[in-house]
Nanobody, 116 residues
Framework: QVQLVESGGGLLQPGGSLRLSCAVS????????MGWYRQAPGKQRELVAS???????RYADFVKGRFTISRDTAKKTVYLQMNSLKPEDTAAYYC??????????WGQGTQVTVSS
């Protein structure tokens, strides 16, 4: 059974930095793409960033230059380094593993709140 567990969320002031982690446990088929999504209250879940097994990254326009996604394949862990955080970045952040025919898996989410 594949499980994803996020960690690293918290409360911080505008301009601060935070690093989220998402660890994959269980047997997951390679290659698989990892992604970070977020969902603010009353809004749809949206893609923040993704990274393929080959290391190709993709970012939403609203985080370009501020967030960096990376992965440690050996540890089956993906990271999201978030810098220059803004109040509008406040949301629940979810990681997702897309493993082709095996399917998609989601973590339970971690809350990030940016407020002065």
């Amino acid at each position: 059974q594949v499980q994803l567990v996020e960690s690293g969320g918290g409360l911080l002031q505008p301009g601060g930095s935070l690093r989220l982690s998402c660890a994959v446990s269980g047997s997951i088929s390679s290659p698989y793409t990892m992604g970070w999504y977020r969902q603010a209250p009353g809004k749809q879940r949206e893609l923040v960033a993704s990274i393929t097994s080959g290391g190709t990254t993709r970012y939403a326009d609203f985080v370009k230059g501020r967030f960096t996604i990376s992965r440690d394949t050996a540890k089956k862990t993906v990271y999201l380094q978030m810098n220059s955080l803004k109040p509008e970045d406040t949301a629940a952040y979810y990681c997702k593993a897309s493993a082709g025919r095996q399917g998609d898996y989601w973590g339970q989410g971690t809350q990030v709140t940016v407020s002065s």
